[in-house]
């Protein structure tokens, strides 16, 4: 009996995860603490030296310059020859545009961004757009850290100097209502509580690095994190309203289950005009006349071919009575297109004299209730125990930190304990992001949990350096992002050594920079600026206006309202709608972040298939014709030569070698012109070199 007393034993702690107590002795819960003088590269040389590991020498110029606007910008850099200092060229990056719509995008995967709802109804977000331009705004405008997270959480609670600022906040809030919802399910209370738990997931491992989902039906298993505390911060999402946005050409959101809608105006907007209002109420019930009309016709129409056999194999009595059946069913058709034609041409008619509408936007608000919520038992809605005050979790004690107030649901202040300087957590989670992006590996490899079972930090000194300077320099992402790339541990080159190799494999003392394989927006865009087609500049139309989805087709029936074949633009990936279950072919293959989750840290693979899409795919064949094209059609190029220097500048950033120019010449010879470049253009989109940072 011993043996399963121990187990019993050992599996109830477990159970049970570590006390309050213990939890505020983990290494990730403890005040960052700054060694004085110090700085990246000496505590980087401090390891290389602790495990005898020589550092590799700098990398050329033409690789940094390359590194460096792929990190910064995602984007190549230009053939021209350019001598900018390197700290001058960083911060020409910094400000560029391009910043923010390639380190926006980092962000959207922790966002779990997406341009559609996925699950039971697919339905369009139509304006989530505003969300994604937002975060690439701020990314650009290099809003502090803290400031940012806290208009996500409730930037509607926030002050606001003006209009424009306060309906930023208010877009920013979708980031509590882009998460896939159960549109069908029938259970109002289960619904709103898997939106709550969806909202905390995102919230917890976003922002704090740790699984608090997990204690929805029971203490964490192994994090310090009872349930309680759970359903203290339940309380406060349960207390704010998600809100969809106006869906198109007058369709509302509250068409389908559980769903609210929000205009985004100068007054917080939350209300339409009344003949706005009058407007929509006539639109939405002639729009569902219309389709129910639809309906109905097809469900004949799916009785005709049955009808028409039952014709042909039927004789005497029976055929004329089959006969008479589907002339009544084909009468019956042709009354309901006369009907569908006139609902149809009225609601053309509505549309076209629609009155002004305000800017709609997805958010969140608090609801006119606010209330604590009570714990669910094994996380069943039907059985209920205490309630649970509004509040935050008890292993990061902030006696500072203001509580919930009883006149509002406590998401501001959630959002303001979330950014506290004496959170643990929230620094050094984003300075661990910034870092893996910039070298491949994160100094926790556990970007998205800090907690038990997450990675110990390889560098903690370093970790919490770059912590307590992110706070100390204002929250400032640039200014953490150019000490970083600014010092000699970023810059070394990534040439392999035998010592190296033998003792560090993966890299984990940063011995040498890392290659890393490029995202597929990154290729995507990369492709394009090769070609001459990529659109450099943002749309000015949101994707509904752009891609033509099927018109309400997602309203009622189950089918994808834009397939992979009508995603088709010039623009950067980042604008390329994020349709749930519907992405572009490209995206899954080259390891897009699932958008049903928050993502902090990309898979990695190099399998066959992405080889073949490269070799295969109609779209990149296209792309390589217009590379040929453009460099066949450059009049300043006078032969093969100059056009194969100029080819590998764009897609490499260098000349080629004698041994590559001697092989790309004499290729260039067994063919037509167009087709034999065409050909040596795929070769070098697909090859490896194109498709790694170095």
């Not at 976003?206 to 298993?221: E, Q």
């Not at 779209?619 to 450059?634: F, G, I, K, M, P």
Request: charged share 25%; glycine share 6%; hydrophobic share 40%.
């Amino acid at each position: 009996m011993l043996v399963p007393i121990l187990a019993l034993a050992v599996t109830s702690a477990m159970a049970a995860g570590l006390s309050l107590e213990e939890g505020r002795k983990l290494w990730s819960l403890q005040p960052p603490q700054i060694v004085p003088g110090a700085s990246i590269d000496s505590l980087v040389d401090a390891k290389l030296a602790e495990k005898k590991l020589k550092p590799n020498a700098p990398a050329s110029r033409a690789a940094l310059v390359r590194r460096l606007h792929l990190d910064l910008t995602g984007l190549p850099p230009k053939e021209v020859s350019d001598k900018t200092d390197l700290s001058d060229l960083v911060d020409a990056l910094l400000s560029s545009a391009q910043f923010g719509e390639r380190w926006g995008r980092h962000w959207l995967d922790v966002a779990r961004y997406a341009d559609s709802n996925g699950r039971d109804r697919n339905v369009m977000n139509y304006h989530a757009w505003r969300y994604r331009d937002y975060v690439i705004a701020s990314l650009n405008a290099d809003k502090p850290y803290d400031v940012f997270i806290q208009e996500q959480i409730a930037g509607d609670l926030m002050p606001a100097k003006d209009t424009a600022q306060r309906d930023e906040r208010l877009t920013a809030t979708a980031f509590l209502a882009l998460g896939a919802k159960a549109f069908e399910e029938l259970k109002q209370d289960l619904f709103h509580m898997d939106v709550v738990d969806e909202q905390i997931e995102v919230i917890s491992r976003g922002v704090l690095g740790l699984s608090v989902a997990c204690a929805r039906c029971h203490d964490h298993k192994f994090d310090p994190i009872p349930t309680a505390d759970y359903y203290a911060i339940a309380g406060i999402l349960r207390s704010t309203q998600p809100l969809y946005g106006h869906g198109p050409r007058g369709i509302k959101a509250t068409m389908f289950h559980h769903t609210e809608f929000h205009a985004l105006g100068g007054d917080a907007g939350q209300k339409l005009a009344p003949a706005a209002l009058a407007y929509f109420t006539k639109l939405d019930a002639d729009m569902l006349a219309m389709h129910t009309a639809r309906s109905d016709r097809y469900r004949i129409q799916k009785r005709l071919p049955e009808a028409k056999r039952a014709v042909e194999s039927a004789s005497g009595a029976a055929k004329a009575k089959a006969e008479a059946d589907l002339k009544a069913m084909e009468a019956e058709i042709a009354e309901w297109n006369v009907k569908i034609k006139k609902l149809e041409d009225d609601v053309e008619a509505l549309k076209d004299a629609a009155p002004p509408q305000p800017a709609w936007t997805m958010g969140a608000r608090d609801r006119e209730a606010i209330a604590d919520c009570r714990i669910h038992i094994r996380g069943e809605t039907t059985s209920l125990g205490d309630s649970v005050p509004r509040g935050f979790l008890q292993v990061i004690s902030i006696p500072s930190a203001n509580q919930p107030s009883k006149s509002q649901s406590g998401r501001l202040e959630l959002a303001q304990w979330l950014t506290h300087r004496d959170n643990p957590l929230t620094a050094r989670v984003m300075v661990n992001r910034v870092w893996q992006k910039l070298f491949g590996r994160a100094l926790v490899t556990t970007p998205d949990d800090f907690g038990v079972n997450g990675a110990k930090p390889s560098h903690p000194e370093l970790l919490d350096y770059l912590a307590v300077r992110f706070m100390q320099q204002g929250w400032s992402v640039k200014k953490l992002i150019r000490e970083i790339v600014l010092s000699q541990a970023y810059q070394r080159s990534t040439d392999q050594s035998p010592g190296g190799l033998e003792s560090d494999p993966d890299n984990v003392w940063l011995w040498r920079m890392a290659p890393r394989p490029v995202e597929v927006e990154m290729l995507r865009d990369s492709i394009l600026a090769l070609s001459g087609q990529l659109d450099p500049y943002p749309p000015q139309k949101p994707f509904l206006d752009r891609f033509h989805p099927q018109k309400d087709a997602e309203l009622f029936t189950f089918k994808p309202f834009l397939t992979v074949e009508a995603i088709v633009d010039h623009h950067r990936s980042v604008y390329l709608p994020v349709v749930r279950g519907t992405l572009p072919e490209m995206f899954p293959l080259f390891n897009f972040a699932p958008p049903e989750r928050p993502v902090a840290q990309r898979e990695e693979s190099l399998v066959p298939a992405q080889s073949l899409f490269l070799m295969n795919n109609a779209w990149v064949l296209e792309q390589a014709r217009h590379t040929a094209t453009r460099l066949l059609s450059d009049t300043t190029l006078t032969d093969d030569a100059q056009r194969l220097r100029r080819l590998y500048e764009r897609a490499f950033f260098r000349a080629p070698t004698p041994a590559e120019q001697a092989r790309a010449l004499a290729y260039l010879q067994t063919g037509g012109p167009e087709t034999a470049w065409t050909s040596l253009c795929q070769t070098i989109i697909g090859s490896a070199e194109f498709r790694v940072v170095r």
